[in-house]
């Protein structure tokens, strides 16, 4: 009978960080950049709908 297991060993769970106290720069900093964020990802989706941006499809070759 063997005691030993096999596979990987779980690492150890980190202890919990507490809260951070922000200032209002930190708070104003954080608001600015999830209105970014949630900007672009609006543009994303709409660009998403319009399909390509040069409209030109395949791109083709000088060759005729």
């Known amino acids: 009978m063997s ?3 096999g596979g990987k060993a779980k690492p150890l769970k980190k202890p919990k960080s507490d809260k951070k106290d ?3 720069i930190d708070v ?3 608001q600015k950049k999830k209105e970014e964020e949630k900007a672009l990802k609006e543009l994303k989706a709409k ?3 319009k399909g390509s941006f ?3 499809g395949l791109k083709k070759s000088g060759k005729k």
Do not use: V
Request: negative net charge; aromatic residues 6%; glycine residues 14%.
């Open 3 to 5: 005691t030993k297991q």
């Open 54 to 56: 040069g409209g030109s």
């Open 22 to 24: 922000y200032d209002e």
């Open 28 to 30: 104003a900093n954080i």
């Open 47 to 49: 660009a998403q709908q």
